[in-house]
């Protein structure tokens, strides 16, 4: 762009207009000749050929086409925006009325009152916008936060609001400066587990760590590119959380990234162990049964962790066979074995925490399997095992 102040032409008319501002006065603060000067290089600017004050015209009627844009689409804002309650961005669009009602195209084109402009978007306006280009930036962007918000059912909006005031203790409607990022971070999360449909925006521990990953680990997901096709800032806001999650090194950050709930836990009663003369006849069995008929004994006949971790312990066999036996137990009873060793020795298993070296053999097979799951199957497995806790005092 032009710097119109290094023109040599510049200065008299500057000093023309100038005059004009003063109108019979000769005193003028320095800091206002000086955003005249600035709004006068601004209108030049926005001018085509010809002479200053032809250039100085013609700048002021593209302005003016510009500022007649940016008001329908401030209209259209002002139409679709739902503030629930959140007064910063209420207030803020008030003042955005009066840049329309006081813009000065002749003397102050260049100026920028940020003060009142309490609302803060996902993506700031550059800082060396100035005038009509700050607001033509941020009513854009702010047009692409309201018409994704608008999409959202507003009842899941407030259902994580209310839980988002829970989780830091402070009222939204008076602390939240900017809430499209605060949805559109639990949308994207949603996309990418697959839930396209939701009834809720909040996630559990297991989804969050899920969405977390893949944020962290693929550079653009291919579930995401419908919506990035909508609107390039849609794009550039995901890019903003990739930097913020690449950051972090804890998988547990994932519970302070997304906003999520810890339903009730279900209590799960565990099944009684067999008695010892049923427990010992099936070994009996057990010992002289081929190899299929040994999977059919297992799997049909044991439904309580502790004597599967005792048949274990009594009946070696090669890794193979038991590779084979984890593959046809019921997926019910390998949520049981993990809860049962999470509380009987009071190991860490869960979706993240598969790679640990066991020091149980049991436990060692348990999680080689838990390992071997696609990984999309093994956080589905989770999400259920986290809905689950055993009574108390089931077993001792």
Not at 53 to 79: D, M, N, S
Not at 157 to 165: F, G, H, S
Not at 311 to 321: A, I, Q
Not at 374 to 388: C, M, N, S, V
Request: glycine letters at 2%.
């Amino acid at each position: 762009m032009k710097n119109e102040i290094l023109d040599l032409a510049f200065y008299p008319f500057f000093m023309e207009k100038l005059q004009e501002r003063l109108s019979g006065s000769s005193v003028m603060p320095i800091d206002e000749a000086e955003r005249i000067q600035q709004s006068i290089a601004f209108v030049l600017e926005n001018g085509n050929e010809g002479s200053l004050p032809e250039r100085f015209e013609q700048g002021k009627e593209q302005l003016k086409q510009r500022l007649a844009r940016l008001k329908t689409l401030y209209l259209t804002i002002k139409e679709n925006y739902q503030s629930f309650g959140i007064e910063s961005l209420e207030e803020s669009l008030e003042e955005i009325w009066h840049f329309f009602t006081t813009y000065d195209l002749d003397y102050g084109a260049a100026e920028v009152d940020q003060a009142f402009l309490d609302y803060q978007l996902a993506e700031a306006v550059p800082a060396n916008y100035v005038g009509i280009e700050f607001y033509e930036c941020y009513l854009h962007n702010l047009a692409a936060e309201v018409f994704f918000l608008k999409s959202i059912p507003s009842v899941q909006i407030y259902e994580l609001l209310d839980q988002y005031q829970q989780k830091l203790g402070f009222d939204y409607r008076q602390d939240v400066n900017n809430l499209f990022e605060i949805v559109y971070r639990q949308m994207i999360g949603k996309l990418l587990i697959g839930k396209n449909q939701n009834t809720t925006l909040l996630f559990n521990r297991i989804e969050a760590q899920y969405a977390f990953g893949r944020i962290k680990n693929e550079n653009t997901p291919p579930e995401l590119n419908q919506l990035f096709e909508r609107s390039d800032y849609y794009h550039r806001i995901y890019q903003q959380f990739q930097v913020t999650v690449r950051q972090l090194k804890e998988a547990e950050s994932a519970v302070h990234f997304f906003i999520t709930t810890a339903p009730r836990k279900k209590q799960l009663e565990l099944p009684p162990t067999m008695p010892a003369a049923a427990f010992n006849r099936l070994l009996e069995a057990y010992s002289a049964a081929d190899y299929e008929e040994k999977i059919r004994l297992i799997t049909t006949n044991i439904s309580a962790p502790a004597d599967f971790e005792e048949y274990l312990n009594l009946s070696p066999e090669k890794p193979e066979f038991y590779k084979r036996l984890f593959k046809e137990l019921d997926k019910n009873f390998i949520m049981t074995l993990v809860l049962y060793f999470r509380k009987e020795y009071n190991y860490r298993i869960d979706v993240e925490n598969i790679d640990i070296k066991a020091n149980n053999d049991t436990l060692h097979l348990l999680k080689d399997y838990l390992k071997s799951l696609p990984k999309k199957e093994r956080f589905e497995l989770f999400a259920i095992i986290d809905e689950y806790q055993l009574v108390p005092n089931d077993y001792s």
